[in-house]
């Protein structure tokens, strides 16, 4: 192995569990409903980025850019359906406060 | 390897941006800057069939879907939890950046012994296209059935209501039965007059 090749894959040890926790952080921590599919959005750019790096570093780009484009179309129907929930939600409670959802009603 | 590293650190950066921002319209354009810094970097990993994608499917698509999204639930009237989330952003993200150093220290000092990393055997030769359609047809089928779902979801969660029901809550909390015009009625007749002009 290359050390230009080491020091790529000692990056990317780190930079993706920094994008990993920054998606995560934002989805615990706020209220809103938009920033919570703005942190899966983060989520899944750090899965990608990870896919991407997997694929250079074993020599097997063809396959890691199959699988991204498939988890690039999957995001982005999750991403069109959870728009139209957020949408439907601010319908009933006229609001983006995730603490509206908390009480079931029939 | 520098540019890589600018690279790298511009995505997390603008990522960091995208979660802080209070204006969530300018969060969902630090979303895409994000896109399109990942894209950039992905074109360095040779990795162009990817980058494409995610520079126009999420950095293009998904941006829209956000704006429409918050085009549709503006809300006219601040609520007092909307102006309790506004005001305790400003505390509540601030741990972000102090989180993300402290995980950058101890991952810097995690040791993974990466020289003596024994890799595979590459297939340099390989086209995404013949992977795809040779390696991969199932997933092809799952995309296909992932976009029909998408559709028909989509058709479901828009779908307008019938004219006289009140379909939400919120048109039921709007009526003003002290007012002396019932508000239902006169509605039901504008939808059904608009209903009837769209289809004559």
Redesign the interface.
Known sequence: MTSQMAQLIRMMTIFIPLLFIAGLYCIVVTRNLIRALIGIEILSKAATLLLVAVGYVSGRGALSQACVITLIMIEVVVMAIAAGIIVNVVQHTDSLDRRNLENLKG | ?TV??VL??G??IV??V??MKRD?VK??IA?AL??IT?SA??FR???P??AV??LS??GG??TV??M???S??K?LVL?Q??DE?LNTHGW??A??PI??LL??GV??R?P?P??G?A??????G???R???WT??QL?LL??TL??F??FF??LV??KRGVPGVE????ER?KRAPSEGQDLNSASANEETASESATRG
């Open positions: 390897m890589n590293l790298l650190s995505l997390l990522a960091c995208a979660v969530i969060a969902a979303l994000t896109s990942l970097f992905m990993l040779a990795s069939l990817a994608f995610e499917v999420c698509l998904v879907i956000f429409c999204t918050i549709q639930t809300p609520h939890e909307d989330e509540r993200f741990a972000l989180l993300l995980a950058a991952l810097a995690v993974i990466v020289e990393l890799l595979p055997p590459a297939t340099p390989a086209d995404v013949n992977v795809l390696e991969r997933d799952g995309q992932i976009i779902v998408g979801g989509i969660l828009f379909r939400t809550d919120a909390m």
